[in-house]
């Protein structure tokens, strides 16, 4: 699991007025960043193994993540569906090729945003929020199919394109109704999630949180 880097205390720290405390305590913090520069298969700190879903449109989907070269971006990770990896489903070729982030902590108070380069496509990039899987114990650093999809955030969508172009993306990203709100007080963690319907590439991958006192639940 994710975490964000943390502000430590300094010796100092107890002369610094109490207002402008609580103003460091709610700053912005340093983003997670992913640029695949490691060329790891695969891709460090991210999930492409969904083997346990049972779902035959991605229970081989780890075939079709790759990391690689492209011209003028170093490493990447490449997104290929293939429908000889979804042979058992009811359309091979149809299901696209997906990954998503380990999970990280969901916190109340503020608001995460995400740009990334895409390119190919179609695409699909989205915050996907979970909870605990129903009998499940809660536990640090959570294996995926210990937790269970319940949201979605507003999704950025992508036409086919044969040029980098940078996409950006916000949790929640729209205006939250009571109904929503009440939805998102059993989310426990958000990851990022990236769906391929054809070939395409992501890099350079930046995920920030924002202090947002209006984001409660």
């Not at 100092?12 to 983003?31: K, M, Q, V, Y």
């Not at 000889?84 to 998503?100: D, H, I, L, V």
């Not at 963690?189 to 590439?201: D, I, K, P, R």
Request: aromatic share 14%; with cysteine; charged share 20%.
């Amino acid at each position: 699991m994710f975490k964000f880097k943390t502000m430590k205390t300094h010796p100092g720290f107890l002369a610094i007025p109490i207002t402008l405390i609580a103003s460091l305590l709610h700053a912005a913090e340093p983003p997670l960043t992913f640029n695949f520069d490691d060329g790891a298969n695969p891709p460090t700190g991210w999930i492409t193994d969904y083997e346990w879903s049972g779902n035959t449109y991605y229970i081989e989907n780890k075939f079709q993540i790759t990391t690689g070269a492209a011209p003028g971006k170093g490493q990447v990770v490449h997104l290929k569906p293939d429908a000889k990896y979804q042979s058992k489903s009811p359309m091979p070729g149809e299901g696209g090729a997906k990954m998503e982030t380990l999970p990280f902590i969901l916190e109340p108070g503020f608001r995460y945003k995400c740009s990334l380069d895409v390119k190919g496509g179609p695409s699909r990039v989205y915050f996907a929020g979970y909870r605990w899987a129903p009998g499940v114990r809660p536990y640090d650093n959570p294996d995926i199919k210990d937790l269970r999809m319940i949201y979605k955030s507003k999704a950025a969508d992508t036409n086919k394109s044969s040029d980098w172009q940078r996409v950006s993306l916000e949790f929640p990203g729209v205006t939250l109704s009571e109904q929503a709100l009440k939805h998102l007080s059993y989310v426990r963690f958000l990851t990022l999630y990236v769906w391929f319907m054809h070939e395409g590439s992501i890099d350079n991958v930046e995920i920030t949180k924002i202090p947002d006192p209006s984001v409660k639940f």
